[in-house]
T-cell receptor, first 112, second 113 residues
Framework: DQQVKQNSPSLSVQEGRISILNCDYT??????FLWYKKYPAEGPTFLIS?????DKNEDGRFTVFLNKSAKHLSLHIVPSQPGDSAVYFC???????????FGAGTTVTVRA | NAGVTQTPKFRILKIGQSMTLQCAQD?????MYWYRQDPGMGLKLIYY???????DKGEVPNGYNVSRSTTEYFPLRLELAAPSQTSVYFC????????????FGEGSRLTVL
């Protein structure tokens, strides 16, 4: 049972424009959410996170928005750059939970 | 800055063979994890450990075993390899406590023929 869902397998965006990646979750016990970025032949690397006590967290070009009532979060990348071309995974965990549950990933391609 | 180191990076196994994927971290992280990544399926947790001598099953533990005798090492054992175990395996670690992010190794690509 997939508790974290990324329904868009891929996204193509022009350089300089905004990339919006979406993630939905079903487990109401989740209270911490993370985004990871993965290049081919490398392991995932942490990008940005958000706690359920917030609805927005920003780090440079990356902003994550959380809508708890809708059990939905999104990652905005502005402006998109060629180096942003990668697979992005959404992940979530609950309090006192040692584990992260991951979504299936969204492949972002930034066109020049 | 070694971080999380996985070996081997690539391996081809015949059905029924066994092997161990090695994982070592030099960050003194208590928590360690093994994930597998299948196309379009994201990362599935196989096993995890919250400290030396303590391991527990994740979502997809069947066909695998782990041990954690020290903080640094967390090997994953595949017994009687099957084609369904063809995947990319990632080892990860993080600090105990808080909500710290996972640090991943570069992955081990395993093919079972």
């Amino acid at each position: 049972d997939q508790q974290v869902k990324q329904n868009s397998p891929s996204l193509s965006v022009q350089e300089g424009r905004i990339s919006i990646l979406n993630c939905d979750y079903t487990n109401s016990m989740f209270d911490y959410f993370l985004w990871y970025k993965k290049y081919p032949a490398e392991g995932p690397t942490f990008l940005i996170s958000i706690s359920s006590i917030k609805d927005k967290n920003e780090d440079g070009r990356f902003t994550v928005f959380l809508n708890k009532s809708a059990k939905h979060l999104s990652l905005h990348i502005v402006p998109s750059q060629p180096g942003d071309s990668a697979v992005y995974f959404c992940a979530a965990s609950g309090s006192n939970d040692y584990k992260l549950s991951f979504g299936a990933g969204t492949t972002v391609t930034v066109r020049a | 800055n070694a971080g999380v180191t996985q070996t081997p990076k690539f391996r081809i196994l015949k059905i029924g063979q066994s092997m161990t994927l090695q994982c070592a971290q030099d960050m003194n992280h208590n928590y360690m994890y093994w994930y597998r990544q299948d196309p379009g399926m994201g990362l599935k947790l196989i096993y995890y450990s919250v400290g030396a001598g303590i391991t527990d099953k994740g979502e997809v533990p069947n066909g695998y075993n782990v041990s954690r005798s020290t903080t640094e090492y967390f090997p994953l054992r595949l017994e009687l390899a099957a084609p369904s175990q063809t995947s990319v395996y990632f080892c990860a670690s993080r600090l105990a406590g808080g909500r710290g992010e996972l640090f991943f190794g570069e992955g081990s690509r395993l093919t079972v023929l």
